[in-house]
């Protein structure tokens, strides 16, 4: 336990302490483009949070390497578990920096995720089987081929569902570390009841993400003084995708002799912490075509955008999707733990529907929302009308108040004949 705190906290003391060198170097280049329609800050922010991110990860994983219990699992484990995350994660790295630099197309940057994900393949981090119960006709292994095409799969999907909700200041960096520490919590509950070195692998991975997540947070909160960009947010989609790879255990009938649950966790527990990535995946792939556009082409529909629009703050709706996917992630590890029916899988995402339903009310509205209507301020109270200096006297040039004379025969002369009223003030001599 001692060594996944002690790799987590170097990772984001890393993190933490680079983030201002990239930042001072993301605004010398002019990677802090101006805003768009589309973002939701109103004032241009440096990018390329992601190289301090990246930075962070190396160190982490180089630390965990050398520790005595992560260090022997990483050796022992079939992949080279380090280089191929520390070779993937630059390959990724640089395409996000040059997509948040220059701008770069959608299908040059979908090539550089498919070539990350394949890196991760040719160090041997690849899924080998679909672990499913006895009953359900057992686990299904995979050959070299069908392992590919799937892993390379999920580890693509995984990016651009982090890459789509990197919206928000600090929503992407903690939607991930929710679901990193979810993956760690179950990456060592299974260690209890087994040992093999993909679990100790997987628990690595996911201390080190969790590390680097929390050192960028400070200073990507609301109101953020740099944003992690394509550079970031591919990454630490691709350091998660890796965690999902490796927390199914090598041995399929390790898991037998748990309840249905356990067995088909891996499975579940990619799609409960993902969730809110990939439901705002869909949506956005579903709008975009229906409306004749591009599945990659940018809008303002996403989730964060709606919980916006109905009133929150950046730093409420931020918080409800943390929850969100709290509740998701853990239910379905809590639901592993205590060898609960798979028919209450459904029963948590029900559950996580009124959470996210009953703090994303319209009913908030105007309760100090980003975009609820101000409220006047009343007076402490109500002594008549405010009173104050006399208003100026305007120049002749233009048109002067009119005011109505004292006497009637004054003021039907003056109407009848449409001259300005000119009042006259008493003297005060």
């Excluded at 160190?59 to 520790?67: D, F, V, W």
């Excluded at 992560?70 to 022992?76: S, V």
């Excluded at 299908?107 to 991760?120: D, M, R, S, T």
Aim: net charge neutral.
């Amino acid at each position: 336990m001692r060594e996944y705190l002690f790799m987590a906290l170097i990772s984001a003391a890393v993190t933490y302490l680079l983030v201002p060198l990239v930042r001072r170097f993301a605004i010398r280049i002019g990677a802090m483009p101006e805003v768009r329609e589309r973002d939701v800050h109103t004032t241009p922010t440096p990018r390329l949070g992601g190289l301090a991110m990246y930075g962070g990860l190396v160190i982490g994983l180089l630390t965990a390497s050398q520790l005595t219990h992560t260090g022997e699992a990483l050796a022992g484990y079939d992949a080279d578990v380090v280089t191929g995350l520390i070779v993937a994660g630059g390959l990724i790295t640089v395409t996000g920096f040059l997509d948040d630099w220059w701008g770069m197309d959608a299908f040059i940057k979908l090539g550089g995720q498919i070539a990350a994900a394949g890196v991760l393949v040719f160090f041997n981090l690849r899924l080998l089987y679909i672990p499913l119960p006895k009953d359900w006709g057992g686990s299904m292994s995979l050959d070299y081929t069908l392992s590919t095409v799937i892993t390379i799969l999920v580890v693509v999907v995984t990016i651009n569902a982090v890459n789509f909700v990197d919206g928000l200041d600090g929503l992407a960096a903690g939607i991930v570390c929710i679901a990193a520490m979810a993956t760690w919590a179950y990456s060592i509950f299974l260690a209890q009841s087994m040992s093999a070195g993909n679990i100790t692998t997987t628990a690595a991975i996911a201390a080190v993400l969790i590390g680097t997540c929390l050192g960028f947070l400070p200073h990507n909160f609301h109101p953020a003084k740099i944003f992690m960009g394509d550079t970031g947010a591919m990454l630490i989609g691709l350091v998660l995708a890796s965690s999902i790879v490796t927390v199914t255990p090598l041995d399929p009938a390790a898991i037998d002799d748990m309840n249905k649950v356990g067995v088909l966790v891996p499975l579940m527990l990619p799609a409960a912490v993902l969730v809110l990535p990939l439901v705002d995946l869909i949506t956005a792939v579903v709008r975009r075509t229906s409306q004749g556009l591009s599945p990659f082409a940018p809008d303002r529909g996403h989730l964060h955008h709606r919980l916006l629009d109905i009133g929150h703050s950046q730093r409420r709706s931020v918080l409800i999707m943390y929850a969100w996917a709290f509740l998701f992630a853990f239910g379905v590890v809590l639901m592993s733990r205590e060898g609960v029916p798979v028919l209450l899988f459904p029963v948590v995402i029900v559950l996580a529907l009124a959470v996210l339903v009953l703090m994303a009310a319209p009913r908030w509205r105007g309760r100090g929302g980003a975009h609820s209507a101000p409220r006047r301020k009343q007076p402490d109270n109500d002594d008549g009308p405010p009173t104050g200096p006399m208003p100026p006297i305007l120049p002749d040039t233009q048109v002067r108040p009119q005011m109505p004379p004292t006497d009637g025969p004054s003021r039907e002369r003056a109407t009848a004949e449409g001259n300005p009223v000119i009042p006259v003030f008493p003297s005060r001599s």
